[in-house]
């Protein structure tokens, strides 16, 4: 077993959370917060400082770097991806990260909010981190792990293989992106420039879970055309789009077929955003599942009531317009079984039982996937990700590090 220590990876983690790095969806730059760019400078410095190759800032802020082979073998290239905008939901300004040290299995109340408490009995994962050093948030903000604890990973598995040249492997790309929670972080990203034959994002949760499954994606937006007339002179006239909407949004299920009352391979239809008026409004919904064809049975759902509604409300109108995110890379990574299974085995090196997962969302490795780059995620080690109550275990960052290590000598070994 490699003996992974904290020192390669804590101090990093600890500093990069302080980067305030949280993304927009309401803008229209790129990055959508130009404030994630100061994380993307200190990373290319610290790549540089590693001797890491060809280490890059592209001009929509991709960092870039590569770690030699050491071997002559003809391993592939294998990439190793995190992002490093956090979750617009939550505020990522002045994190104060706290580490509860020898966690006793109790609840964690935060310190400067004692109404945050983070419940053993409602997080599992706490069970198997009797004993860990846990870092959490004050209670304020978010902690950001999602993703700089990736990040940090990354990092902490880039200096042990610098400093233990004894480990074999191919040549290694690193990339760290940006926008990855607003669904662009792949938007210019350039697969044959980063060169890479495979990849893995580090952006899962729990301690030895692989994820090969994520949902397929779109978003439907209703557009719904009201009649409009001054409201004094209303009578029998105005149709109101905004009553509509609310008809609309009654006529969903109410015990199926949302966020709250959905799990495991369960689709859903969740009314993400509403805004207009009485003459136009719209509905935008994001329709998941993990088949192509469950999402079509949804957007045929929607369709139906659309028809229905503007048969009830005509002269007033409904349409659908659906726009494409992205699709379950399952499909492509079944293509090729073994990236998926090397990682599984990295797992069981590090001591950890390997758990094949799926995720209900999407990552980088999603797009990339489908873009040419077969990318299942790996796990981080953190949990409640995008709240308050985020909160990481030290020793399962040392699992991830070691994971990682495994994974590009694996690739070395069955070459």
Not at 219 to 245: D, E, F, Q, S
Not at 396 to 411: F, G, N, P, R, S
Request: hydrophobic share 35%.
């Amino acid at each position: 077993m490699l003996k992974i220590t904290r020192d390669l990876f804590l101090d990093r983690f600890l500093n990069y959370v302080k980067f305030d790095t949280q993304s927009s969806e309401e803008s229209e730059t790129y990055p959508s917060t130009l404030k994630q760019l100061e994380l993307c400078k200190q990373l290319k410095k610290e790549l540089e400082e590693l001797g890491l190759e060809d280490v890059e800032m592209t001009q929509h802020g991709y960092v870039f770097g590569t770690l030699p082979a050491n071997t002559d073998s003809k391993a592939p290239v294998i990439g190793l991806i995190a992002h490093v905008d956090t979750s617009p939901e939550v505020s990522g300004e002045n994190v104060q990260a706290v580490i509860n040290k020898n966690y006793d299995g109790k609840d964690i109340i935060l310190k400067n909010d004692p109404e945050q408490v983070i419940e053993f009995d409602k997080n599992p994962a706490l069970k198997e981190c009797i004993g860990h050093d846990i870092i959490t948030t004050d209670g304020t903000t978010l902690l950001g792990a999602d993703n700089k604890a990736g990040i940090a990973e990354i990092m902490g598995a880039l200096v042990f293989l610098k400093n233990n040249p004894d480990i074999k492997h191919g040549r290694i790309r690193v990339a760290f992106t940006v926008d990855e929670e607003v669904g662009t972080g792949t938007k210019y990203f350039e697969v044959k420039q980063f060169g890479a034959d495979y990849a893995y994002t580090i952006d899962g949760e729990t301690a030895g879970e692989i994820e090969d499954e994520t949902f397929c994606a779109d978003t439907a937006i209703v557009k719904i055309k009201g009649v409009n007339v001054h409201p004094g002179y209303a009578k029998n006239k105005l149709i109101n789009g905004i009553k509509i909407a609310a008809d609309f949004i009654e006529r969903l299920p109410k015990d199926r077929l949302s966020p709250e009352t959905t799990e495991k391979r369960e689709g859903y239809l969740h009314p993400h955003a509403l805004k207009g008026a009485v003459e136009l409004t719209e509905i935008i919904f994001l329709v998941r599942d993990f088949t192509e064809d469950g999402l079509k049975e949804k957007e045929a759902f929607l369709q139906k009531l659309c028809d229905e509604l503007s048969a009830k409300y005509a002269p007033a109108s409904l349409t659908l317009e659906i726009k494409e995110s992205y699709r379950n890379m399952k499909y492509i990574l079944e293509k090729y079984p073994h990236v998926v299974d090397y990682a599984l085995e990295a797992v069981k090196r590090a001591g950890l039982k390997p758990v094949k997962n799926l995720i209900r969302g999407g990552t980088d490795g999603a797009r990339l996937s489908f873009m040419g780059l077969p990318t299942p995620n790996v796990f981080t080690g953190g949990h409640n990700f995008h709240s308050k109550k985020e909160w990481i275990s030290i020793q399962d960052m040392e699992k991830a590090v070691e994971t990682i290590v495994h994974l590009v000598q694996i690739w070395h070994e069955k070459s």
